[in-house]
């Protein structure tokens, strides 16, 4: 099984920028799609970002497209969001996940989850 271990959260003035980071250990996961998402409180968990196996292909939600970028580098095992020109709206907690692939990943992820990391901005 895999874990999936997420840092790089904190508090940030809006405006301002972040980097999550993933590592996933247990089992490799180059074949796998990553991806992230978020859960407000009072919310739901809402798909934020994917990946593919490769990082040829990326999917972003209508609210960070153009302000986040996923990325990941196989050699690590490591997944990443750089999160810029954050907004007091993507204060959330922030799950890393990895899925077949990103369809799955995003409609219907059932992969392993990461603990979790709060993302914090100030207006």
């Known amino acids: 099984q895999v874990q999936l271990v997420e840092s790089g959260g904190g508090l940030v003035q809006a405006g301002g920028s972040l980097r999550l980071s993933c590592l996933a250990s247990?089992?490799?996961?180059?074949?796998?799609?990553m991806g992230w998402f978020r859960q407000a409180p009072g919310k739901e968990r809402e798909f934020v970002a994917a990946i593919s196996w490769n990082g040829s292909i990326t999917n972003y939600a209508d609210t960070v497209l153009g302000r986040f970028r996923i990325l990941r580098d196989n050699t690590k095992n490591v997944a990443y969001l750089q999160m810029n020109n954050l907004k007091p709206e993507d204060t959330a907690v922030y799950y890393c996940?990895?899925?077949?692939?990103?369809?799955?990943?995003?409609?219907?992820?059932?992969?392993?989850w990461g603990q979790g990391m709060q993302v914090t901005v100030s207006s």
């Open positions: 247990g089992l490799p996961v180059s074949s796998a799609a």
């Open positions: 996940t990895t899925d077949d692939n990103i369809p799955k990943l995003k409609y219907s992820p059932s992969g392993s």
